[in-house]
T-cell receptor, first 112, second 112 residues
Framework: SQTIHQWPATLVQPVGSPLSLECTVE??????LYWYRQAAGRGLQLLFY??????ISSEVPQNLSASRPQDRQFILSSKKLLLSDSGFYLC???????????FGDGTRLSIL | DQQVKQNSPSLSVQEGRISILNCDYT??????FLWYKKYPAEGPTFLIS?????DKNEDGRFTVFLNKSAKHLSLHIVPSQPGDSAVYFC???????????FGTGTRLQVFP
């Protein structure tokens, strides 16, 4: 069966510091991969998605970037964190249209 | 522009009764709809979905209804159980490669 792992579960970082969140998927190949953010009191907002190695699409302009160095690895990064980057970050994988996406347990990021 | 709306932030239902969660959307190009359940500090878990060619889909205690003319979908949970207490998100998809647009969620509380 397929599983998705995210780490770390929680992270506290100072403003201006770099960020690297990692997500890996097991049990499937060539998945579509997604990064979402849930800000306090709001729904899930799609940040990035990828349909293959090295391919990244950005949904909203922001301080973050994503990379997919391997088929089942998706990384969310920032060179300098802002206070507004605080939130709950979720990685998800899916297969194709009209199929559900499956989420990891998320990373709670707090910027001080 | 909020393309998927959940206008009720919270709902309280007695155990054994029916829970009805509502969702409205604005984009007529959406052709696939999903409901997710989320506990605190965890990722959303897929519950049930429906394609736009159907108006009803049932899975155990969960039924999703789609009214395309009204651009409205609902999730019925019968009978409601205390373990159903969580935040429920509706989501919609229309665009390759299956990007999901989420509502802001409804917190369901089922009391004994």
């Amino acid at each position: 069966s397929q599983t998705i792992h995210q780490w770390p579960a929680t992270l506290v970082q100072p403003v201006g510091s770099p960020l690297s969140l990692e997500c890996t998927v097991e049990g499937t190949s060539n998945p579509n991969l997604y990064w979402y953010r849930q800000a306090a009191g709001r729904g899930l907002q799609l940040l990035f998605y990828s349909v293959g190695i090295g391919q990244i699409s950005s949904e909203v302009p922001q301080n973050l970037s994503a990379s997919r160095p391997q088929d089942r690895q998706f990384i969310l990064s920032s060179k300098k964190l802002l206070l507004s980057d605080s939130g709950f970050y979720l990685c998800a994988w899916g297969r194709q249209n009209n199929q559900p996406q499956h989420f990891g347990d998320g990373t709670r990021l707090s910027i001080l | 522009d909020q393309q998927v709306k959940q206008n009720s932030p919270s709902l309280s239902v007695q155990e054994g009764r029916i829970s009805i969660l509502n969702c409205d959307y604005t984009n007529s190009m959406f052709d696939y709809f999903l409901w997710y359940k989320k506990y605190p500090a965890e990722g959303p878990t897929f519950l049930i979905s429906i394609s736009s060619i159907k108006d009803k889909n049932e899975d155990g205690r969960f039924t999703v209804f789609l009214n395309k003319s009204a651009k409205h979908l609902s999730l019925h949970i019968v009978p409601s159980q205390p373990g159903d207490s969580a935040v429920y998100f509706c989501a919609a998809s229309a665009i390759l490669p299956g990007k999901l647009i989420f509502g802001t969620g409804t917190r369901l509380q089922v009391f004994p």
